[in-house]
């Protein structure tokens, strides 16, 4: 499987954004995706994930992200609202075939890695 993520880009606080990961593989379905995301200097971290049909966030992006799929088109959106200057980091999506729900939030959990986008908030 290989990951395309696009729709990053530069946001004042409040604004919006739709991030797009695009996918290639006839088995894309049988994944599970996430998106994590790197602020310069901390570590990846765990935003959100689409597993079996269930959504998971971190608590901090909760009522203001949206993760969803469209396994016609081959691809997981991240729709994010109402953004925060703490939101600002470079976002990777990533998938997995035998993620359990205890792990979701860990990065070697997930096999293929997209290139990431910037995401950057204004204040």
């Known amino acids: 499987v290989q990951l395309q993520a696009s729709g990053g880009g530069l946001v004042q606080a409040g604004g919006s954004l739709r991030l797009s990961c695009a996918a290639s593989g006839r088995t894309f379905s049988r994944y599970h995706v996430g998106w994590f995301r790197q602020a310069p200097g901390k570590e990846r971290e765990f935003v959100a994930v689409i597993k079996s049909g269930n959504t998971y966030y971190r608590d901090s992006v909760k009522g203001r992200f949206t993760i969803s799929r469209d396994n016609v088109k081959n691809s997981v959106n991240l729709e994010m609202n109402n953004l925060k200057p703490e939101d600002t980091a470079v976002y990777y999506c990533?998938?997995?075939?035998?993620?359990?729900?205890?792990?979701?939030?860990?990065?070697?959990?997930?096999?293929?890695w997209g290139q990431g986008t910037q995401v950057t908030v204004s204040s």
């Open positions: 990533a998938a997995s075939r035998g993620l359990i729900t205890s792990s979701i939030r860990l990065v070697n959990q997930y096999d293929y």
